[in-house]
């Protein structure tokens, strides 16, 4: 287990560039974290880690944005399903299966449908300091 405290979100955006360096394909992180807690800002440095150059932004409306790299980075926002069974309309199996890294929001709504082993990535505020992050990273 490993644990970063991230003062601003550029701090958030390295450890997930940090993470990526190890990453290979077929992999699948699982995101544990509130609103607003730093999910995305995380991924933009995934991304950017595997090799994506682009622009990153949240899957909220679209469920999952792809981005290419040395790895494909596959970034879902499971927030808006309704549960598990839903995953099965979007492909989900296909996408395990499509030698990418697959990053997932809100992974508790889909728990039972996550591939083990899983790397889990736990983003929480800091209660003495709000705009603070703990970032603390199992299972790699």
């Not at 989900?92 to 508790?108: I, K, N, P, Q």
Request: charged content about 25%; aromatic content about 10%.
């Amino acid at each position: 287990m490993e644990t970063f405290l991230s003062h601003h979100e550029m701090e958030t955006e390295q450890a997930g560039e940090l993470l990526a360096r190890r990453l290979r394909a077929g992999d699948v992180v699982a995101y544990l974290g509130d609103l607003g807690a730093g999910k995305t800002a995380f991924t933009r440095g995934l991304a950017r880690g595997l090799g994506f150059q682009g622009r990153v932004t949240s899957p909220t409306f679209t469920i999952v944005n792809e981005y290419e790299g040395r790895i494909p980075l596959f970034h879902f926002d499971m927030y808006r399903l309704g549960g598990e069974e839903e995953l099965f309309d979007i492909g989900w199996e296909d996408y395990l299966t499509r030698g990418g890294v697959c990053a997932v929001e809100w992974s508790e709504r889909i728990a039972g449908a996550l591939p083990q082993p899983v790397i889990t990535v736990t983003i929480s505020r800091c209660p003495e300091h709000e705009d603070w992050r703990e970032i603390t990273i199992e299972g790699v």
